[in-house]
């Protein structure tokens, strides 16, 4: 520091008043002002006795099981529970429909419970246990005699259901590679949001939807019958508009 103080007087006396030689030498000296976002007031936030997500049984406790068909409507369109937060402030969403293993299922309890901090995190599940049988036939087995037995059980989700909440005194930075390494394992396309993020993304489909240019939209086309489009389209495509193709969601339809 003294150095600096002796070079500039030396060059102020040699070269008189000139601004470029001072303040090449006296800019090192001054620093600016820092400013710094206010941390979030945690102090309305309540942490449960057990936050940890609890184990979910593989089979239902039923007391005779019943073989199903395929009801491929359980995942297919708009998730129409499940679909908002609760309690937590981070969420992993369902961005389509598809099935849940047990498997996933813990690969979800293990992952979060051994990373998140217990004394400031909770997680909590928004999906039920595995309830849905599946059949399958045996290896080498000849074609009739009939459905299978049952061999597991999954949990349908439809696009827009919350698999798993978090919360506590964390902010999205802390828990994000977790929800993020977690949603990359899922057998259907699914993202981490937050509460602000999630309604950014209802608030974005409503906007498309108020502001559209296009007239010729897929309830237009659909409820004209245009080139007797009526005859190729489903009684699910005609309630969802198009905007759902099997358990595939259209983000860009209207």
């Given at each position: 520091?003294m150095?600096l103080?002796?070079n ?10 000139q601004?470029?030689c001072?303040q090449s ?7 600016g002002?820092?400013?710094y976002?206010?941390p ?12 940890k ?12 099981a019943k073989k ?11 998730a ?15 961005l ?9 299922i ?6 979060i419970n051994?990373k998140?901090?217990v004394?400031?995190t ?8 595995p ?11 000849r ?14 989700v439809r696009?827009g259901?919350l698999?798993?909440?978090?919360g506590?005194?964390?902010e ?11 949603a990359?394992?899922l ?9 602000e993020?999630?309604?950014?993304m ?7 939807e108020?502001n559209n ?8 086309v659909?409820?004209g019958n245009?080139?007797?489009?009526r005859?190729?389209?489903?009684p ?8 759902f193709?099997?358990?595939f ?6």
């Amino acid at each position: 520091m003294m150095s600096l103080l002796k070079n500039t007087i030396s060059c102020w006396r040699t070269h008189g008043l000139q601004g470029s030689c001072i303040q090449s030498h006296m800019r090192i000296l001054f620093a600016g002002i820092k400013t710094y976002d206010i941390p979030p007031d945690y102090s309305d936030v309540v942490l449960p006795d057990k936050p940890k997500l609890k184990f979910l049984n593989k089979v239902p406790n039923f007391k005779k099981a019943k073989k199903e068909k395929k009801k491929l409507r359980d995942i297919q369109g708009p998730a129409q529970a499940a679909n908002t937060f609760t309690v937590g402030s981070y969420a992993i969403v369902a961005l389509g429909g598809g099935y849940i293993h047990w498997g996933h299922i813990e690969m979800i309890r293990l992952t979060i419970n051994r990373k998140m901090d217990v004394r400031s995190t909770f997680a909590k599940w928004r999906i039920n246990a595995p309830y849905k049988p599946i059949t399958r036939k045996g290896l080498g087995q000849r074609m009739g005699g009939g459905k299978g037995a049952i061999d597991h059980y999954v949990t349908p989700v439809r696009c827009g259901r919350l698999i798993v909440e978090v919360g506590g005194r964390v902010e999205l930075g802390e828990v994000e590679p977790i929800l993020t390494e977690v949603a990359k394992k899922l057998p259907f396309p699914a993202r981490v949001v937050s509460r602000e993020s999630l309604a950014a993304m209802h608030a974005e489909q409503a906007e498309k939807e108020q502001n559209n240019q296009n007239p010729w939209t897929f309830r237009e086309v659909a409820c004209g019958n245009m080139l007797g489009i009526r005859k190729v389209l489903s009684p699910l495509d005609l309630h969802n508009h198009g905007r759902f193709t099997g358990k595939f969601h259209l983000p860009g339809r209207v």
